[in-house]
């Protein structure tokens, strides 16, 4: 089953009151993480705090939310500082 969802895109991404504490809201897609078999994960990251989560396409759903330029900006600093 491919994944749905792109690396960069913005989503919305639903709570889980009773599994975790995760919070809803924008995130952004960091990842798209390999699988066989079971449900289809990525690594998002919330716009709202700073975790990474491992979360199913399930819970995820297309946003009309961007990312602001500042932000953007951060974003693309922290890739090249990791990068090396």
Not at 14 to 41: F, I, M, Q, T, W
Request: proline fraction near 8%.
């Amino acid at each position: 089953m491919p994944h749905i969802y792109t690396v960069g895109q913005i989503l919305e991404l639903r709570s889980a009151p009773r599994h975790s504490n995760r919070p809803s809201g924008p995130c952004e897609v960091l990842s798209c993480l390999p699988h066989d078999k079971g449900p289809v994960l990525y690594r998002v990251q919330s716009l709202n705090e700073r975790n990474e989560r491992v979360v199913e396409e399930v819970d995820l759903t297309p946003s009309t939310a961007t990312k602001s330029a500042a932000e953007m900006a951060e974003s693309r600093f922290s890739i090249a500082v990791n990068r090396r």
